[in-house]
């Protein structure tokens, strides 16, 4: 054979390969959607009014930037952080102490800049018109989040942060909402705006590799080897997520693109199939063999790749045999040294309970990223989701972490603010493609629930929620609520009575916990007020690295004592509502319609916090707190612009400015600023005011008094860096955060407890009228709490004997109240106890300790209790009774 007709021969054999690999190629787009969806969907945008705005708010989005586009396409492109300058259009970077430390090589475009540093900074980036174009330097215009001054800072590219990857993720995303509007318009000018900027970051990634760490200081060696945490694009692989939106915007245009190649393929002979294959491939290899297989990082590293993995061609089209039904195995099926697919990713959560073991903020983000990656499967012809049902358990779970506004509870590492509706959507999703008509409607009542109290609007939905959202089935709003829940694993209580905003009641009370995001913060307690944590966590820290991160994640941020226990193990010594964590996460049953409490012990530290109420619309805390130490610091923050102390006279309190706190238990009470201090060892109220809203909130706080006491105002760091989870958003950063420390030094806090009762009213609402110590003895704490229309006499003990504090009290037990309204017998409430009597009116034991209560109502009396009792009233003599809940006494 000729050479010519060697090399004719060649190419025709090319050409036939190239033309039977094209021929194996599926058909696009079909991640979200296909194009005999497309009608459909258009009738949705049509007839449902929440997809049609939605749909109006994207086109108002982007219609500014694609129609600039048309005559001015660099705009948008140029903002980009890139490579952008010849000559230092790396190819290769290397990363020392996790951070950039320098690129070599010089690719013939531009390619995509790597984020300068692993950890954040205080700064966000300028609006795009304010950004550089074809910024060489890499240096970034920022805002800073705490500083009130909101002018632009230059901020150099080895200390920007996260500014470059949300730089490029902001621009990415409008690609990615500009390439569905080509879906559903056909208008080329969406395709020509989305495909340049795709193009752009295509192959400036395509001429990239993965950045090396030569001294490991990611505990890897970087590039294609396994081992560390940095991703393909990031110095997190949990962060290596620009490739979803480029996935999206590549299927979307994959036609287009085809249709309009970028010139460069010419050069390099090469397809848009081939170098999207080559790129997101390398987002797949890299990302399961990064990272580690446990917790979030392993299921946030599967909700980054798997577009990337479903957008790719059959197995057949590849020369490697490596396609979509290759890699999806490696999340349904498979784990491996540095990966943990699906089924050890639901054996992470507890069975019985439902919950993912992290802090809220993590846990209830899991859920729904294994719901959106079980509906893009779906799609794909694989059903992730019917074979486990731990997952709509997991999806309810979350419900017990939210108050009464529909926020999350914020403890661990987390910021709190509304949940995510996304699972529940998905699950509504999943349940009508399956015909599941009861599943469907317990999902769009969550739903309706969420729209109802403000928390979730569906009109502001994103395009994939305009794809996948389906009408709300069935009807109602009102979801049932738990008056009590409990994790053994996160060693937290909620307690509630009633779940509207304006008067439920809640407390958290729980102990510390290292790892998992959660926080060694002590015997920590936080308290709500119309539907507000009014005595909160605080969680205003920009990033782990942050200089006041470990005041917001440890004992300093929150309402505990120091010095002392931090993190351990917590025995319940008796808890009403109980749980019975070997069946689930809530009570199931009540005892008193009144009376909430948990009593907790860990190491030295043993913490009562109760829950009174006194009518519909309001109720009290009590927290007794008992530390065997003798020197401690009672730290309590709480909402408001001001806090003011006084005593029970109602006279202020004269605070003198100190220096410093003299004892520090803790570095991070450097974050303690403008100290104020009295000495003062009687009962005393410190009252704190939020006048951000109208009419006025505020929080009293009587306190009995101890000898050897000091008493100190401090401004603590902000508590939320969030706009949604403070009223008025007070205390929101930069403010700060009025805090109590209460000093008592050379005297033991187990026998001389700190005890306190909140209140949290509007402006002239208060109920309370007087507080005051009854009786005398180290090992029972007995008050009376007179409010304007009853009275309660509150006993908490620690010795298991008789007490006799006044003439008609005696009580031996735990925790019990005894409460008069308009002069007469309202109820008593014994907590594990063995005897409360107030007059004529007892509660007893037959034989072991009882959580049991009496009350009168509407002419009759009722008792509950969990285990036989004896009762007596002023016309029943001491008579026993089985266990029961809510049994008319005839």
């Known amino acids: ?91 290769q970077c290397y990363i020392k102490g996790q951070d950039w430390d320098f690129g070599e090589g010089n690719a013939p475009l531009p390619t995509v800049r790597l984020p300068g540093m692993r950890k954040w900074n205080d700064y966000v980036n300028v609006p795009l018109e304010d950004r550089i174009p074809y910024n060489a330097s890499g240096d970034m215009l920022g805002i800073s989040r705490s500083s009130g001054d909101k002018n632009p800072v230059l901020i150099p590219y080895k200390e920007s942060g996260h500014m470059i990857r949300q730089n490029n993720m902001e621009i990415l995303k409008l690609a990615e909402k500009s390439a569905f509007a080509y879906f559903i318009t056909q208008d080329e000018k969406y395709a020509k705006f989305s495909s340049d900027i795709l193009w752009t970051w295509l192959l400036g990634t395509y001429y990239m590799e993965p950045p090396l760490d030569p001294k490991k200081s990611t505990k890897g060696p970087g590039g294609y080897e396994p081992g560390g945490i940095m991703g393909y694009y990031d110095y997190e692989v949990i962060h290596d997520d620009r490739q979803m939106p480029m996935a999206i915007t590549y299927d979307f245009l994959y036609d287009y693109l085809n249709e309009h190649p970028h010139e460069h393929l010419k050069t390099i002979n090469k397809r848009p199939v081939d170098v999207a294959g080559t790129v997101f491939k390398r987002f797949i290899e890299i990302g399961l063999v990064r990272g580690g297989k446990k917790g979030n990082w392993n299921v946030n590293r599967y909700k ?43 054996a992470n959560y507890n069975t019985t309970t439902g919950l993912w073991p992290e802090s809220p903020g ?17 799609k794909a012809g694989v059903n992730t989701l019917g074979d486990n049902p731990i997952i709509s358990k997991a999806s309810l779970a979350n419900l017990g972490w939210l108050d009464a506004r529909g926020n999350l509870v914020v403890f661990g590492d987390m910021r709190g603010g509304p949940a995510n509706m996304s699972a529940f959507e998905s699950l509504l999703t999943y349940s009508t493609w399956e015909g599941d008509t009861e599943t469907a409607n317990e999902m769009a009542t969550v739903i309706r629930k969420n729209i109802a109290s403000g928390q979730y609007d569906r009109s502001t939905s994103d395009w994939k929620g305009i794809v996948f959202n389906q009408p709300l089935q069935g009807s109602g709003s009102e979801l049932p609520f738990h008056k009590a829940a409990f994790s053994p694993f996160h060693r937290h209580i909620i307690m509630r009575n009633g779940n509207d905003e304006n008067n439920g009641l809640m407390f958290t009370l729980y102990g510390g916990r290292y790892q998992s995001h959660l926080a060694k913060n002590g015997l920590a307690m936080q308290f709500y007020g119309k539907g507000w944590a009014l005595a909160p966590d605080a969680s205003a820290y920009e990033s782990y690295w942050s200089a006041d991160a470990g005041y917001h994640r440890g004992i300093t941020g929150s309402n505990t004592i120091v010095p002392g226990y931090n993190e351990g193990e917590i025995t319940i ?41 006194t009518s519909e619309t309001s109720g009290y805390y009590v927290d007794v707190f008992r530390s065997d130490q003798k020197n401690n610091d009672y730290i309590h923050h709480n909402l408001g612009n001001t806090v003011t102390l006084k005593n029970a006279s109602n006279s202020p309190l004269q605070l003198e400015a100190v220096n410093d706190l003299g004892t520090k238990y803790d570095k991070n009470y450097s974050f303690f600023k403008n100290q104020k201090k009295v000495s003062f060892s009687k009962d005393f109220n410190a009252t704190w005011e939020i006048k951000n809203v109208s009419p006025a909130l505020h929080v009293n706080m009587w306190m009995m008094g101890q000898e050897n006491r000091a008493l100190y105002t401090v401004d603590a760091p902000p508590t939320t860096l969030r706009s949604d989870i403070t009223p008025g958003q007070v205390n929101k950063s930069p403010g700060t ?24 009213y509007e402006t002239g609402e208060k109920q309370i009228k007087s507080i005051s110590k009854i009786g005398e003895s180290s090992d029972l704490v007995s008050l009376k709490v007179e409010s304007k229309n009853s009275i309660q006499f509150i006993l908490s003990a620690t010795d298991n004997k008789v007490f006799n504090p006044s003439k008609d009290l005696k009580f031996q037990g735990t925790f019990g109240v005894a409460s008069e309204k308009n002069g007469t017998f309202e109820y008593l409430y014994l907590g594990k106890g063995n005897l409360l009597q107030n007059g004529d009116f007892i509660i007893e034991a037959v034989n072991e300790a009882v959580s049991a209560a009496l009350k009168f109502e509407n002419g009759s009396y009722f008792y509950s209790s969990d285990k036989p009792v004896f009762i007596q009233t002023n016309t029943i003599n001491k008579k026993k009774f089985p266990a029961g809940y809510h049994i008319e006494i005839k």
Do not use: C
């Not at 109980?578 to 948990?598: I, L, M, R």
């Open 737 to 760: 955060t009025p805090t109590l420390i209460v000093r008592q030094n050379g005297i033991n806090g187990e026998k001389h407890p700190f005890v306190s009762v909140f209140e949290s």
């Open 573 to 613: 010594n008796a808890m009403d509502p109980p749980v019975d964590v070997t069946k689930g996460f809530y009570n199931t049953f009540e005892t008193s319609e009144h009376v909430s409490f948990a009593d907790v012990s860990a190491e030295e530290k043993r913490r009562l916090v109760a829950m009174i109420r």
């Open 1 to 91: 054979m000729s050479f010519k007709k060697h090399i004719l021969f060649t190419l025709t054999l090319l050409l036939a390969t190239l033309f039977s690999r094209a021929q194996n190629a599926e058909n696009h787009p079909r991640l979200y959607a296909e194009q005999t969806e497309r009608v459909q969907l258009l009738q949705k945008i049509e007839n449902e009014p929440w997809a049609k705005a939605s749909w109006e708010n994207l086109l108002g989005e982007i219609d500014v930037h694609v129609n600039r586009h048309v005559t001015n396409p660099e705009w948008m492109v140029s903002r980009l952080a890139m490579y952008w300058k010849d000559g230092e259009r790396y190819t």
């Open 362 to 378: 993590y846990a209830s983000g899991m859920i729904p990223y294994v719901l959106d990656m079980g509906i893009k499967l779906y």
């Open 304 to 346: 980054n790749i798997l577009g990337s993995m479903l957008i790719l061609e059959p197995n057949s089209f590849y020369e490697d045999g490596k396609g979509r039904e290759y890699y999806i195995p490696f999340y349904t099926e498979k784990s491996g040294d540095h990966y943990a697919g699906l089924p050890e990713i639901m």
